[in-house]
């Protein structure tokens, strides 16, 4: 069929087929820019997603780390108050019991020295020197239980609160606890 066609045919027919291939090439070159831009568009907003959720959860985790040391330090914050409510609760507890002690002991005291001393019963022992020198070296305690004070153990055992604070060595203003273990006679020899 080429033979048929002049040679200014031929001619024009290898410049359409160049034509068409230069056409061809142009569009494969502007689809691969056009691909490239897709695919860079691609990678830089893959980039930014990364960087943006990256920076999320890195300030998340600090703004975590941050409530956790605030917790902590709430914590101990209301330990610390807790304990100074205990010892005021205990300091006011015990000052107001202690000076109704005292008060109480002071008209106990003064009452007893108004009294006649007890008349003593002339009774003959029936115990053996040996029982009688074993009782006396002995050393009684008490016990204190929950809601004992000094003046109720005092009167239990026949001796003065004075008498009790000092065989203990208490200080007027010094409590006692549930537990404690008071002596409460003096051994003698």
């Known amino acids: 069929m080429m033979e048929n066609i002049p040679d200014n045919g031929k001619y024009l027919m290898e410049e359409a ?6 056409d061809r090439r142009a569009r494969d070159e502007k689809n691969d820019r056009l691909l490239l831009r897709y695919i860079g568009g691609l990678l830089a907003l893959t980039i930014l997603l990364v960087l943006f959720f990256g920076f999320q ?3 998340m985790s600090q703004q975590f780390n941050e409530m956790a040391m605030n917790l902590t330090n709430l914590e101990l ?9 205990a010892e005021l609760q ?8 202690v000076n109704e002690v005292e008060t109480l002991s002071s008209k106990v005291n003064a009452l007893e020295k108004r009294m006649p001393p007890p008349q003593a019963d ?4 029936t ?7 074993s009782k006396a070296v002995k050393k009684r305690y008490h016990e204190v239980k929950k809601g004992e004070t000094l003046y109720r153990i005092s009167k239990q055992y026949g001796i003065t609160v004075d008498e009790l604070r000092r ?7 010094q409590p006692i606890e549930v537990g404690q273990k008071l002596l409460v006679s003096k051994a003698s020899s």
């Open 17 to 22: 087929v160049a034509i068409v291939r230069a």
């Open 57 to 59: 959860q890195y300030s």
């Open 77 to 85: 914050r209301i330990g610390g108050l807790e304990r100074q409510q």
């Open 90 to 97: 205990g300091k006011i507890s015990n000052s107001v019991i």
């Open 122 to 125: 002339k009774k003959v022992s």
């Open 127 to 133: 115990e053996s020197p040996k029982q009688s020198k």
């Open 167 to 173: 065989l203990n060595k208490l200080s007027p203003n």
